[in-house]
């Protein structure tokens, strides 16, 4: 696999107290999620920086010393207790937003990279070497999937450019609001097709993500979804096949 420049993001929320919509909401489990799953995005060999945010103002000691054994990768954690700082009736996804946010404004690592990758901070996605090579591949401006008639992005895991994020991602997720049914997700989206209009490119549709950990919304065990999988497989290489014979 050919060297690639770029950061993964992860976006933590350990104690979110109040927020609705969240069955997992119980701070010792998900501390114990974000150990586990820091444990192995530190660990993988292809990941050479990492920025963490942490949105409630939990003690992050715990990460800080993990992160510091691996001299060899750049990593930058992030503590903010922006959680506090609006309406719960906005949503979690807003308080992603100001983490995105808070991220492109601070962080170091930022402005020497010009590729991001961001996860949920409690997930694993235990093939992320083989959708890491389609980005290398592809080199698009922004790697998602879109469904549900181009209204929905999945951001369990996604990418992009810096100016995917900062003149398109952050500006439009900026309107959160789950009370008006404006969930993070379909401001994503939003913001794709904006970005396309604009001339950025959007990757082929990616590789079914193989995630390990806890839907928060609901507290259940990720499944595979095995029919999903397939179905995006096919779709891949259908659209692949079309886009690579073109007779015009």
């Known amino acids: 696999m050919q060297n690639f420049d770029f950061s993964l993001i992860l976006t933590c929320s350990i104690n979110p107290k109040n927020?609705?919509?969240?069955?997992?909401?119980?701070k010792d489990l998900r501390l114990s999620d974000?150990?586990?799953?820091?444990?192995?995005?530190?660990?993988?060999?292809q990941i050479k920086k990492i920025i963490m945010i942490e949105n409630t103002g939990y003690d992050l000691e715990?990460?800080?010393?993990?992160?510091?054994k691996f001299t060899n990768k750049e990593t930058e954690i992030i503590s903010s207790n922006s959680n506090e700082t609006f309406d719960k009736k906005l949503g979690k996804g807003y308080?992603?937003?100001l983490c995105l946010k808070e991220i492109f404004e601070k962080s170091l690592i930022v402005k020497n990279t010009n590729f991001f990758i961001d996860i949920t901070g409690r997930h694993i996605v235990k093939n992320f070497k083989k959708l890491l090579n389609e980005i290398i591949i592809e080199k698009p401006d922004i790697y998602l999937n879109l469904t549900d008639?181009?209204?929905?992005?999945?951001?369990?895991?996604?990418?992009?450019t810096k100016t995917f994020f900062e003149k398109y991602v952050i500006p439009e997720t900026q309107?959160?609001?789950?009370?008006k049914n404006n969930i993070f997700e379909k401001c994503v989206a939003k913001a794709t097709l904006k970005?396309?209009?604009?001339?950025?490119?959007?990757?082929?549709?990616p590789t079914y993500a193989e995630i390990e950990g806890y839907i928060g919304t609901n507290g259940k065990k990720y499944?595979?979804?095995?029919?999903?999988?397939?179905?995006?497989?096919?779709?891949?290489?259908?659209?692949?096949?079309?886009?690579?014979h073109k007779k015009y």
């Open 19 to 26: 927020m609705p919509d969240l069955v997992r909401s119980d």
């Open 34 to 45: 974000y150990k586990k799953s820091f444990q192995f995005w530190v660990n993988h060999e």
């Open 62 to 68: 715990y990460f800080r010393k993990i992160a510091s």
């Open 95 to 97: 308080g992603q937003y």
């Open 149 to 160: 008639n181009l209204k929905f992005a999945d951001t369990n895991i996604y990418g992009g």
């Open 175 to 179: 309107k959160t609001d789950d009370h």
């Open 195 to 205: 970005a396309l209009a604009n001339g950025l490119v959007l990757s082929s549709i």
């Open 223 to 244: 499944k595979q979804n095995l029919f999903k999988k397939m179905k995006l497989s096919l779709y891949k290489k259908c659209k692949n096949y079309f886009f690579n």
